[in-house]
C-alpha cells in the first residue's frame, strides 16, 4: 500500500520508523534483531535509508596520501524486500541524488518496480565529498526536485535510457524531506518553504520533517507550509537522545537547536540517566502531538531499538 493510502484510511495517528543499513562487510543481524523489536509496534512503513560512495583518504608511509572511494553502506535493496516479503510491511528505500546518476537511479527505481515496493523517499543526500565522473550522455539530478520529477516521469512511462520507448509505468508514492528549523543552505524560512512546495508541485506526494526537540517548531513549519498552499500530509520526525555526545553532534550534523531545558539536564545527567532523560523528553514531545492528531509520528532508530521499546511501554503504545 502506498504511504498516501495509509494516511488516508488510518483513525489514529500513526508510528513508522527510519533504520540504516550496515556497514559494508558488517553482520546483519544487530539489524534483524531491530527489525523483530520493531514490527511488534505494526508499523505501516519503514524507511530504510541509502549511501553513496564517500572518499576517504588514508596517509603513507611518506607522508602523503592515497584517496580511496568506497560505499560504506550498501544494502538498502535486500533491507527492503526482506522487510516487505518477511514481514509485509510496506518498505520506504530513500532515493538520493549525490552520487548517482540518472540512469543509475533509473536502474535502481526499476528494481524496486520489480520487487512490488511502490514508496520512496527523494533526498539530496549529504555531500560525500565524491563526485562521480558522468560519462558521456549522462547526467545527475542536482536537487531532491529533480529527482521527484525523474520518479514522476516514471509513473508515467517516460524513461532516461530513450530505448525503453515500450516501458511499463511505475507507481511510486514520492515522499520528500522538509526542515521545520530550516535547511542549513536556504537564506530563510521563506525559501526553504517556496522549495518545498517546489518539490510538491513536482509531485511529492507528503514529507516527513528533520528531527526537532520542540514541537513549536514542527506546528509553525505545518503552519506555513500550508499559507504557502503545500496540503500534503506532514509527518514530523523524532529523534531520541541517548548520550551526551549528542548535545554537539546533533545540531552539528543536522543544523538543529536543542532546547536549554533539555541540555541542562542531561548536561548534568550521569551516563545511566541519561536514555531516560531523551525517553521522557521524546514521550512529551508524542503525547501533544497525538492531541493535536497529528497524521503520523516517524522515529529516527537507526540501529538501537531500545529507547523506542522504553518509549513505546511509558505511552502504552
Given at each position: 500500500m502506498r504511504v498516501t493510502e495509509h494516511l488516508y484510511k488510518a483513525n489514529e495517528t500513526l508510528i513508522s520508523f527510519e533504520i540504516i543499513p550496515p556497514k559494508r562487510g558488517g553482520d546483519i543481524k544487530q539489524l534483524l534483531g531491530v527489525l523483530e523489536d520493531?514490527?511488534?509496534f505494526n508499523p505501516p512503513f519503514i524507511d530504510i535509508t541509502s549511501h553513496a560512495a564517500e572518499v576517504l583518504y588514508e596517509e603513507t608511509s611518506n607522508g602523503g596520501f592515497n584517496m580511496k572511494i568506497k560505499r560504506k553502506r550498501p544494502g538498502t535493496l535486500g533491507i527492503c524486500a526482506l522487510i516487505q516479503n518477511k514481514y509485509s510491511i510496506d518498505a520506504v528505500p530513500h532515493?538520493?541524488?549525490?552520487?548517482?546518476?540518472?540512469?543509475?537511479?533509473?536502474?535502481?527505481?526499476?528494481?524496486?518496480?520489480?520487487?512490488g515496493i511502490d514508496?520512496?523517499?527523494?533526498?539530496?543526500?549529504?555531500?560525500?565529498?565524491y563526485k562521480k565522473p558522468i560519462k558521456f550522455g549522462r547526467s545527475t539530478n542536482n536537487y531532491a526536485e529533480d529527482l521527484v520529477k525523474q520518479i514522476y516521469k516514471m509513473n508515467n512511462g517516460i524513461y532516461v535510457e530513450d530505448t525503453?520507448?515500450?516501458?511499463?509505468?511505475?507507481?511510486?508514492?514520492?515522499?520528500?524531506?522538509?526542515?521545520?528549523?530550516?535547511?542549513?543552505e536556504a537564506p530563510n524560512m521563506d525559501v526553504d518553504i517556496k522549495y518545498a512546495k517546489e518539490k510538491v508541485d513536482a509531485g511529492a506526494e507528503y514529507i516527513v520533517t528533520q528531527m526537532f526537540f520542540d514541537n513549536k517548531h514542527y506546528y509553525e513549519y505545518?503552519?506555513?507550509?500550508?499559507?504557502?498552499?503545500?496540503?500534503?500530509?506532514?509527518?514530523?520526525?523524532?529523534?531520541?537522545?541517548?548520550?551526551?555526545?549528542q548535545l554537539t553532534s546533533l545540531p552539528k550534523n543536522f543544523h538543529i537547536d536543542?532546547?536549554?531545558?533539555l541540555v541542562n539536564e542531561i548536561s548534568e545527567a550521569k551516563q545511566e540517566h541519561i536514555i531516560e532523560i531523551g525517553v521522557n523528553w521524546t514521550a512529551k514531545q508524542?503525547?501533544?502531538?497525538?492531541?493535536?492528531?497529528?497524521?503520523?509520528?516517524?522515529?529516527?532508530?537507526?540501529?538501537?531499538?531500545?529507547?523506542?521499546?522504553?518509549?513505546?511501554?511509558?505511552?502504552?503504545?
Open positions: 520493531l514490527v511488534k532515493v538520493i541524488c549525490n552520487g548517482f546518476t540518472k540512469e543509475e537511479t533509473e536502474d535502481f527505481l526499476i528494481e524496486l518496480h520489480y520487487l514508496n520512496v523517499l527523494a533526498v539530496r543526500g549529504d555531500d560525500s565529498g525503453l520507448l515500450d516501458a511499463e509505468k511505475t507507481n511510486f508514492c514520492v515522499g520528500v524531506g522538509g526542515y521545520p528549523e530550516k535547511h542549513f505545518v503552519e506555513k507550509c500550508r499559507a504557502a498552499g503545500i496540503e500534503v500530509p506532514i509527518i514530523p520526525g523524532l529523534k531520541m537522545i541517548t548520550g551526551k555526545n536543542l532546547p536549554s531545558e508524542v503525547e501533544d502531538l497525538l492531541n493535536n492528531s497529528s497524521p503520523a509520528i516517524h522515529f529516527y532508530i537507526m540501529q538501537n531499538s531500545n529507547p523506542i521499546n522504553l518509549l513505546m511501554k511509558k505511552l502504552n503504545l
